[in-house]
């Protein structure tokens, strides 16, 4: 499932942030290519303006002039004095001689030939043609008349857009490849940042699965004694049916804390705790604890102990409730998990800055290799012990009770042997 979303958000990914570097680029690069061609035309009519001007000025017009003019082959000039082709022209190839008769048709058929007799003046026409209807084959082109005592005098200069096209054609690969490699680039962006985001999803939902089958597996020994206890009950005498209807109380009882041990878990995932912190003394908080399980810690024949500070211990701001809960959670751990004739010990120290709450016993201990595993669901350091009280979610609910006060809630062990768990909360009213 996770797969699926996985490519469908990755290309959704790619796709857009692609789509969005396509636009842009094709953008800049119509720009680009239409500043390309205005700067073009522009050097073009800059030097057709030079050109004219010189045309102006000039009453002889030399050969070497006119080389000049043509720039290395940048140009191609042709002549016309008084209709008559000038000599100028011959140094043509029959190929540029052709262009120059399809150029002169184009201009003819263009533009309204006026002679301006006796004003005496130069004037200038510029047009686009191409030559054999390719785009490789498009020139700019230029003819400036000038209306001389002697008569007309017509100078057209051809200029092949040829460079710019093959400027632009350079342009137009160097963007696609460079779209392309980002793309390539923006594709495996998208793929391995989507990953990252569906991992803790992916993760919570394996931790969710594993609750679950959890959950119903704990659920199904419960479910199965009051089944077998009914059905067993039917066909048993008076006294068996109280045994059997008992069993099935007790396995009720069962069902029902762990149901309410994992609503409470679920509640607290979805962040649906409510934490009503008042202004608590946990010294009289601890005392009562110790109390209400010391009878329980003597059946089992162990020693409760408990050490306070002497002075009185300023309250604290928490939920007094949830503390107590976390404190009932953790001795009765200790309680189970110390053999008879053993110690536990509840101790509350305080400084300025934060207030532990000790529960330390010296029953079986934890393993180091155990202790990072004991805070999730349904975990249980020795699976071997099938104590039917234990679920392997106080720890979790305990560990969320104290993180909800933006506390800590740590293991160690305890000298000489046991475990020392660690209520760490922060000294202060707010
Ligand atoms: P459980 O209901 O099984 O006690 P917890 O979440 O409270 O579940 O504890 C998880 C596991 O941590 C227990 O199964 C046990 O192995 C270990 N554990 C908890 N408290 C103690 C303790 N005081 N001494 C030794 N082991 C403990």
């Not at 001007?53 to 008084?82: A, F, P, V």
């Not at 004037?123 to 008569?151: I, M, Q, W």
Request: proline share 3%; glycine share 4%; hydrophobic share 40%.
């Amino acid at each position: 499932m996770f797969q699926k979303v996985h490519i469908r958000l990755a290309s959704l990914c790619a796709g857009i942030t692609t789509f969005i570097l396509l636009v842009m680029s094709f953008g800049y690069l119509y720009i680009s290519e239409q500043g390309l061609r205005r700067s073009h035309f522009i050097s073009f009519q800059n030097d057709m303006n030079t050109v004219i001007s010189n045309l102006e000025q000039q009453t002889i017009i030399t050969h070497e002039w006119l080389t000049r003019m043509e720039d290395n082959g940048k140009y191609l000039i042709n002549i016309i004095d008084n209709g008559a082709p000038f000599l100028y022209n011959e140094r043509s190839t029959s190929e540029q001689k052709q262009l120059f008769h399809i150029a002169w048709e184009v201009y003819e058929r263009t533009f309204e030939i006026t002679s301006l007799t006796n004003t005496l003046a130069t004037y200038h026409e510029d047009f686009l043609f191409s030559s054999k209807g390719s785009r490789s084959n498009d020139y700019y082109a230029c003819v400036a008349t000038s209306e001389r005592s002697n008569g007309t005098f017509q100078v057209m200069l051809l200029c092949s857009m040829e460079p710019l096209l093959r400027q632009i054609r350079t342009q137009r690969i160097l963007f696609l490849t460079l779209d392309i490699f980002a793309s390539f680039l923006l594709v495996l962006f998208s793929f391995y940042f989507t990953k990252r985001i569906l991992k803790p999803l992916e993760e919570n939902q394996r931790q969710q699965s594993q609750f679950i089958a959890s959950a119903s597996h704990e659920l199904r020994t419960p479910l199965a004694v009051i089944l077998s206890c009914a059905s067993a009950s039917l066909k048993a005498s008076e006294k068996e049916q109280v045994h059997f209807i008992e069993s099935i109380q007790s396995e009720g009882l069962r069902m029902s804390r762990l149901i309410d041990d994992m609503l409470l878990l679920t509640k607290a995932d979805s962040c649906r705790w409510s934490i009503q912190k008042t202004p608590t003394e946990l010294d009289t908080l601890l005392l009562d604890t110790f109390e209400a399980f010391e009878p329980i810690a003597s059946e089992k024949s162990i020693r409760l102990f408990i050490r306070l500070p002497e002075e009185a211990v300023p309250a604290v701001l928490c939920d007094k409730e949830r503390i107590r809960q976390v404190l009932a959670i953790l001795l009765h751990n200790a309680i189970s998990y110390t053999p008879e004739g053993g110690r536990i010990e509840l101790l509350l120290t305080y400084d300025s800055k934060m207030l532990q709450l000790l529960v330390s016993d010296n029953g079986i201990g934890i393993p180091d290799d155990k202790k990072e595993h004991i805070f999730e669901r349904f975990y249980r350091a020795d699976q071997s012990r099938s104590d039917k009280d234990h679920f392997g979610l106080g720890l979790c609910i305990a560990a969320e009770i104290v993180a909800a006060h933006n506390g800590q809630l740590l293991v160690s062990d305890t000298p000489g042997g046991g475990s020392t768990f660690t209520v760490v909360l922060s000294n202060r009213l707010r």
